[in-house]
């Protein structure tokens, strides 16, 4: 199955990185043996982001929720969600048959952890309708009326890690981006074009400490992200086991570079699990496509489609009749919505690649999707020109269910 894309928060300083092959000394020369301090074994190797917000943007949220509020809900945005939702492809299957057969794959073991190590204070009252969906284990049934389409997954965590630093000697360390990191804390493992670095003498096979690098403010007041061993205090995600060498790390461009098998945040993963009958999404942007209300035969517009999450939910809702015009910029994000339609066996949906802001049509203009149609659509046509029943508008493409946001940690 696919997942949504991340959460962008766009008051934090953010980072982005490159895969960087090219550089020499960024993942071709091995990382060096760093000295051990034992006193801060357990500050170093834990998982412990901080956010960097704007001082204006700052100073406005405590004058609104007060400094001690402000402080628990910016510790809150650094942790991931503690459990996964998944959004029920209804026209295959149902929640029931959905949960069943999770159980069977994923099982209802014991939850471990920490559960109420960072709260933000906007937890769901007791007896609400999301608080009451906890309460049925730990594959359970979205309570909230009119989402029984909606299925939860309990994880668990903060979990503590034992590195193995008793001997003296660091562990053996993978360097994985951002982006990669974001992933594995919601239950992914570490796939090859996410790694940024490695240890010298890294075997197949090998235990791994996987860590995150990320943008910094350097001695000098600019942001950089070489891979300095002080650099990644408080930022190790998980242990895993090496899935190839050092050297096939750096010769392949795909693959499972490690398998995570112990992690800070223990969220199963659900790659390749009921493919085209569930699909991983954000709660906040399964209720965006249910607010919108749309019913059967109606022409709907996504205005910024990709990947396709709120795209299939809306085309759900309508029970494939009708018409979902999916638009984006850019060619490869058309093609990942067109496959999840596939994916999930939808036809009502139609994709253009195009930038909605510029997408009124003279009467004498055609418009060209820019890719091939995998549904019944043909050349635009006046009808097509015509007034939609509903929009959906995600202008940022924000995926704003993830909490976390994007990691970034200040020194």
């Known amino acids: 199955m696919r997942r949504a894309s991340g959460f962008v928060l766009s008051t934090i300083r953010t ?64 942790y991931p969600s503690r459990y996964s939702c998944i959004r029920v492809n209804s026209l295959k299957t149902t929640s029931d048959a959905v949960i069943e057969k999770l ?23 007791a007896g609400s309708p999301l608080e009451e969906s906890w309460k049925d284990g730990r594959i359970t049934k979205c309570k909230i009326p009119g989402l029984d389409y909606v299925v939860f997954v309990k994880g668990s965590g903060p979990c503590a890690i034992d590195y193995g630093c008793a001997s003296g000697a660091p562990p053996k360390e993978v360097i994985v981006s951002r982006k990669c990191a974001e992933a594995v804390l919601r239950g992914a493992q570490v796939y090859v074009p996410g ?69 800070v945040f223990k969220l199963p993963s659900f790659h390749d699990v009921l493919e085209g009958e569930i699909f991983l999404q954000n709660l906040p942007s399964i209720v965006a496509a249910h607010a919108l209300d749309p019913k059967k035969g109606e022409r709907i517009l996504d205005m910024c489609a990709a990947p396709g999450g709120k795209t299939t939910a809306i085309a759900n809702l309508m029970e494939d009749e009708g018409e979902v015009v999916a638009v984006d910029r850019s060619h490869n994000k058309v093609l990942d919505i067109q496959n999840l339609a596939a994916e ?32 019944n659509s043909v050349t635009p046509t006046e009808k097509q020109m015509s007034v939609h029943d509903g929009l959906c508008g995600d202008k940022n493409c924000v995926g704003n269910g993830n909490g976390m946001g994007k990691l970034t940690t200040a020194m």
């Open 103 to 125: 159980q069977g794959i994923i099982g209802e073991t014991e939850i471990e952890g920490d559960q109420d190590k960072v709260e933000c204070g906007g937890k769901a009252s």
């Open 15 to 78: 980072t982005s990185f490159a895969r960087r092959r090219s550089n020499g000394n960024f993942c071709s020369t091995p990382l060096p043996l760093p000295q051990m301090d034992h006193q801060s074994d357990s500050e170093r190797y834990d998982f412990n982001p901080i956010l960097r917000w704007n001082p204006e943007v700052e100073r406005y949220f405590i004058h609104a929720y007060g400094a001690d509020h402000f402080s628990r809900i910016s510790a809150a945005l650094t």
């Open 344 to 375: 999930m066996s939808l036809t009502c949906i139609t994709t253009y690649k195009l930038d909605a802001l510029k997408s009124v049509s003279r009467a004498n203009e055609s418009i060209d999707s820019g890719v091939p149609q995998i549904s």
């Open 195 to 263: 790694v940024l670095a490695c240890s010298a003498h890294v075997e197949k096979g090998d235990t791994v400490a996987v860590s995150v690098a990320l943008e910094q403010r350097m001695a000098d007041g600019g942001w950089a992200t070489d891979p300095h061993y002080s650099e990644r205090r408080g930022l190790y995600i998980g242990q895993g086991k090496a899935m190839l060498s050092r050297a096939g790390l750096f010769r392949v461009t795909e693959g499972i570079a490690v398998d995570m098998n112990n992690r």
